[in-house]
């Protein structure tokens, strides 16, 4: 007999699976997945588990991690992979350090200056030392303010501010008659990923880009500025890569493969990623000569931020001199991983991860995150000195390039995308860790899983569970009565999709593994975010002071490796992902008729002459074209897609809810080892090997981020962004495709169901 086959007999004795739609007291049922017995057992160990994680060596691993800049390419990013090794090693882990060669530019030349229209004005382009913050004085050791992967360019031109430089700040200029061809833009952070700023920028014919941060947003509106608190002071910067990872992330000279030594690479001008136009990040200090030199239009009310002076669009009478030039060099980064073999089925993994390069000293982001997974391999190593085995082999990755573009678990997931597929149960991440709420994203085949999980940690401040305070917040910040009551009502909290921005995105989305982000936060807010500010100093005064956050995320973490990894049967569940499709469908045929009631209704203003001047009659508005009304998209392969999904999600509720009623003692061990199999697959069914329209490398039909928001996700992102651009004809295309996805996924469901059903009749 197999030993493989031989272990399952003995475990899946007895084995109970808790109930799909009803919460109890913990103690009173068994784990989702596991028999009675084997959920005792399971419980003892986390409690173990949970005892271990401490404030005092959490503390301490981020004075040492974030003592010096760490980005990619220093000297102390490649000593701290070294000494992360290290520790694994001493914890008792199977641990080595993986080398790949990334393309990763730096500055040497950067210059913004006001050369016409105004008084004469250089950008500092650099974050002063504060005496009170001990490593803000590294200056010979910090990254330089800049954007990574922006093309080189030096240009002069009128300078046109375009508030958050998203699709729909372009189309209200174009109503200004404002145009940004042959101009710099000044854009301001957030409501959209910064790399998609340049981007559109571009695509609307500027020749630069500025992005800064202002203070409505991330600054003195928010509240007391460092080092008296803990926003973004008038110098400091965000640095950040903007590299077009809607496109394809990690290295962009090696999109789809590993970028190992040997690996075929694409020229510089040959890479999709890197901006068409050059770009710079600047501080709201260096900001504000440049907006205070603007005439034309007074800016619209909700584009006017928190500098205390108008806000006018331009363009001009303010010229612009910018410049960037960069060393484009190819710079090694070390992925830390570490390995715990499965006792019982080693060819199934269970991965947990966060980033350990920063763009400075990095405290926050990712030394908090990190932190908590160094704990949790503490934890394990302890435990296995205590008899621990864990069912499935446990992978425990600290990856470096995270902050130019996802490099690191980038060329990793790359390099092993045959063995993740084969052999890749669920991708756990980390990336910051603050104070507050657990918060929860990610596949939604584990929100069943996670909501039990979650019921088991223990808030560090409130003592309530973390469930239970996520569910008290949720109902506080509900907007209608609806919402607020099916909180109340439903089993279990909603988690969020899953975009990009951390170092999931290859596993999810290229890979087809499932996966969760997870990390506290909510109640600590600040303005350091990719800043010389980012420390140990500005951490330990505002934000999780006392590290007992960064204990309950390790025991968060530890929590959901060690239940995946010894489960009897994986805690995949269907129920609330059948929910939530439903949910995104509707979604999708509100944003339609929505889209074309806008339509209708922009016509009829045309043509009844409303467009007028503004405030500024030398600049009258420009009125557009009408457009043609489009027909109703054909939503019915959707539909049935959506029915059979509920219909095969009923069907594995049926067979769990009759595994429960039996005991699980007649399961046949082959037959739980075909569910798990199904199980893995079940999350490889919603890629399709196409990818996404126009980015291939996007394999998810249900998950991805938006080719024009970045980090943020758009969910069944074929569909929704063709009705977003108004492309009729792609979006009816894309319903059929992810149709035939969805029928695929009920299908493995129902097989999966009736495998379930055939092992509990014996």
């Known amino acids: 007999m197999h030993c493989r086959i031989a272990i399952a007999i003995s475990v899946v004795a ?15 049922q068994p784990l989702l997945g596991y028999s009675a017995e084997s959920s005792r057992v399971e419980r003892q160990w986390e409690e173990k588990m949970r005892a271990i994680p401490s404030p005092d060596n959490l503390r301490a691993y981020m004075q040492r991690l974030a003592a010096h800049p760490h980005n990619v390419g220093t000297t102390y990013d490649k000593q701290n992979a070294e000494w992360i090794a290290a520790k694994f090693k001493e914890f008792g ?69 375009v508030n958050y430089g998203i699709p729909e700040d372009y189309e209200e200029l174009e109503r200004m008659g404002v145009s940004v061809k042959g101009a710099i833009v000044i854009a301001r952070y957030y409501h959209s990923w910064r790399g998609i700023k340049p981007k559109v920028a571009a695509e609307h014919g500027a020749v630069g880009c500025l992005i800064y941060s202002d203070p409505h947003e991330d600054g003195f509106v928010q509240g007391e500025t460092f080092p008296a608190g803990a ?38 001008e040959e890479a999709a990623t890197i901006t068409k136009i050059p770009v710079l990040p600047i501080s709201y200090g260096d900001a504000q000569p440049l907006l205070a030199a603007l005439a034309g239009r007074v800016a619209p009310a909700d584009w006017r931020g928190g500098l205390g002076q108008t806000y006018r669009v331009g363009p001009g009478p303010a010229k612009v001199h910018l410049k960037v030039k960069s060393n484009w060099d190819i710079k090694p980064v070390y992925d830390v991983i570490a390995k715990i073999p499965g006792s019982a089925f080693p060819d199934e993994w269970v991965i947990r ?9 990095g405290a926050e982001d990712p030394i908090s995150g990190l932190d908590a997974v160094l704990e949790e391999g503490r934890a394990f190593g302890e435990l296995l000195k205590q008899g621990w085995k864990p069912k499935r082999t446990i992978i425990l990755c600290a990856w470096d390039g995270e902050e130019p573009g996802l490099l690191g678990s980038t060329e990793w997931a790359e390099e092993h995308a045959d063995d993740l597929r084969a052999h890749a149960v669920a991708y756990v991440n980390s990336d910051t860790n603050g104070r507050g709420y657990l918060e929860i994203e990610g596949s939604h085949t584990l929100e069943k899983f996670t909501n039990e999980v979650s019921r088991d940690i223990s808030d560090p401040e409130t003592k309530l569970s973390a469930w239970k305070r996520n569910q008290l917040h949720d109902i506080a910040e509900a907007k209608t009565a609806e919402k607020r009551q099916e909180i109340r009502q439903r089993g279990d909290l909603r988690i969020g999709a899953l975009g990009s921005g951390s170092d999931f995105t290859a596993f999810l989305q290229h890979d087809g593994v499932a996966s969760l982000n997870i990390g506290f936060g909510g109640e600590d807010g600040g303005g350091i975010y990719h800043s010389i ?53 509707k979604e999708l045929k509100s944003l339609s008729q ?39 998209l054909n939503f019915a392969p959707l539909d049935d897609a959506v029915d059979a999904l509920a219909r095969g999600a009923a069907e594995y509720h049926k067979a769990l809810e009759h595994a429960n009623a039996n005991g699980g003692s007649s399961l046949a061990a082959t037959s739980v080892a075909e ?16 990818g996404l329209p126009n980015r291939p490398w996007f394999k998810h039909q249900i998950y991805a981020p938006g080719f024009y928001t970045g980090y943020a996700v758009k969910t069944i992102p074929a569909v929704r962004e063709a009705i977003e651009l108004k492309q009729w004809k792609q979006a009816d295309a894309a319903i059929v495709v ?20 055939t092992a509990t009749s014996h």
Do not use: C
């Open 533 to 585: 500010y980012d420390d140990y100093y500005w951490y330990t005064h505002f934000s999780d002071t006392d590290f007992v956050y960064g204990r309950a995320l390790a025991q968060a973490g530890g929590s959901l490796i060690m239940r995946l990894a010894d489960a009897d049967l994986l805690p995949f569940e269907f129920g609330d992902f059948s929910d939530t499709i439903q949910t995104y469908v």
């Open 353 to 361: 991860g966060n980033h350990h390069d920063g763009w400075v000293n």
């Open 675 to 690: 569910v798990n199999q199904l199980l893995i697959e079940s999350e490889r069914k919603l890629t399709n090997k196409e």
């Open 14 to 28: 007895g084995l109970s699976l808790a109930p799909v739609r009803n919460h109890v007291i913990a103690d009173e």
């Open 93 to 161: 882990l199977d641990t080595h350090i993986e080398q790949f060669d990334v393309l990763f530019p730096t500055p040497k030349e950067r210059a913004v200056e006001l050369v016409d229209g105004g008084p004469k004005f250089a950008a500092k382009l650099q974050e002063p030392a504060i005496p009170q913050d001990p490593t803000s004085g590294q200056q010979s050791e910090q990254l330089p303010t800049y954007n990574a992967y922006s093309i080189d360019g030096d240009v002069t031109a009128p300078l046109v501010y």
């Open 231 to 268: 926003w973004r002071p008038k110098d400091g910067v965000q640095r950040g890569s903007v590299a077009d990872m809607p496109f394809y992330p990690g290295d962009p000279l090696t999109p789809g493969v590993g970028a190992t030594k040997n690996a075929m690479r694409l020229k510089v």
């Open 738 to 757: 992810v149709a035939q996805v969805l029928q695929d996924e009920a299908a493995l469901i129902s097989s999966a169901a009736s495998k379930l059903t």
């Open 594 to 632: 929505k889209m074309r009631d806008d339509i209708i209704e922009r016509n009829r203003e045309i043509e009844e002459g409303v467009f007028s001047a503004a405030n500024d009659p030398r600049s009258p508005l420009v009125v557009p074209s009408t457009e043609t009304v489009p027909g109703h």
